[in-house]
């Protein structure tokens, strides 16, 4: 929009007729600004949806210790003699029933029998059971007042009215000008699954950790979960898969309020500084475009009576070279004179008859020269 009209039309424009049309300028402007906007927060999503893996990580490769159980059975009941078994033996001879002295066999009664178990029952596995306990948890807190859609919803308008006046011209105005723009945000990811599908995955996934031999074994345990703080084990504080699983702890642990966010605004106001300002400048503006339209007539008027004149004047001086200029003004003061007090005025008639009485004159002329 390089080199607007409007632009030009101003410059080439009485500078003082500008200034007592703009100095004489009445107005008044209303300006209305709605916001009706909802904001939607799924990072608790992202962070569960990429935590996952790294819980599945911990669950296929657990943390265990072994577990001795000791137990002083009758020696038909005992399941293997052990290291233990024979050094508790030594220690407890009350236990023996026979001895041979000649093999030297020993018989015992009764005997220590060692049950060695493998158990999942470590702080660092029952923290993983409370963070997928809790998960679950939280999920079913959001979807009870899950909102999935996010939009944005603006409008603004303006209420112009003025008058101003330039001698007996009086010149007034009423515009509205409205604005609206609406966005939605349905918050699908880079697959183009929505929230809802979103989150079935993620329970999908949940439950798929819940069948471990882990969580299971934890399960039946009935233990009381864990609470904050975390205790910084060196596994917790070393291994990867376990800084995400904090991370997500930690998150769930401050941001329980709720996701979706309002925003309803209404600003309405009688504006009195530079935007009424700009816009009394474009009613300037607007009124002289107003005023070019007779000026445009006006010039094309002249333009064109400049040219029908100029083509009769160079007929009769060419059929008649030795035509002086009174001459030649008397025929055309004559025939004004004649075609300005007639009822018909408008241009194409004014021009045929004009053209006629010219016509006249030059067959007179070419009589005499004969």
Same mark, same amino acid.
């Given at each position: 929009m390089n080199g607007l009209e409007i632009?030009?039309?101003?410059?080439?424009?009485?500078d003082e007729k500008n200034k007592k049309f703009y100095d004489s300028i009445d107005s008044s402007l209303y300006v209305t600004n709605e916001i009706d906007a909802r904001t939607t927060n799924f990072e608790w999503l992202e962070i569960m949806e990429e935590t996952i893996r790294y819980l599945d990580n911990i669950l296929r490769n657990p943390n265990r210790f072994i577990i001795n159980e000791e137990d002083i059975v009758k020696i038909e009941l005992a399941r293997r003699v052990t290291v233990e078994s024979i050094k508790h033996l030594s220690k407890n001879t009350n236990l023996i029933q026979d001895y041979n002295k000649k093999t030297g066999d020993v018989k015992p009664s009764k005997i220590l029998n060692i049950n060695k178990e493998e158990s999942f029952d470590t702080y660092e596995n029952r923290f993983i059971y409370s963070l997928i306990k809790n998960m679950?948890?939280?999920?079913?807190?959001?979807?009870?007042?899950?909102?999935?859609?996010? @939009?944005?919803k603006a409008n603004k308008q303006m209420e112009y009215k003025a008058k101003s006046n330039l001698g007996k011209e009086k010149i007034d105005i009423s515009m509205t000008i409205n604005a609206k723009k609406e966005d939605k945000d349905e918050n699908k990811n880079a697959s183009g699954m929505t929230i809802p599908?979103?989150?079935?995955?993620?329970?999908?996934?949940?439950?798929?950790l819940t069948t471990s031999s882990v969580y299971q074994s934890i399960e039946k345990k009935h233990i009381s979960l864990v609470t904050s703080p975390i205790k910084k084990t060196n596994v917790i504080?070393?291994?990867v898969n376990f800084q995400y699983a904090v991370k997500l702890w930690n998150y769930m642990q401050t941001h329980m309020e709720e996701d979706t966010k309002k925003e309803n605004t209404k600003n309405n106001f @009688?504006?009195?500084?530079i935007l009424k300002q700009m816009i009394d400048e474009s009613f300037l503006l607007d009124y002289l475009v107003l005023d070019s339209v007779n000026k445009e007539k006006q010039e094309e008027k002249e333009e064109l009576s400049e040219k029908i004149v100029s083509n009769m004047i160079e007929k009769v001086i060419t059929l008649d070279s030795n035509i002086d200029q009174e001459k030649l003004k008397q025929i055309i003061d004559k025939q004004y004179s004649i075609i300005k007090y007639k009822t018909v005025v408008n241009e194409k008639q004014i021009e045929e008859t004009f053209k006629n009485a010219m016509n006249k004159y030059l067959d007179k002329v070419k009589e005499i020269e004969i």
């Open positions: 632009v030009d039309l101003y410059e080439h424009t009485n679950k948890f939280y999920i079913e807190r959001k979807k009870r007042n899950l909102v999935t859609e996010s @939009y944005n599908e979103r989150i079935e995955h993620l329970e999908l996934q949940i439950s798929d504080l070393k291994n @009688y504006d009195n500084g």
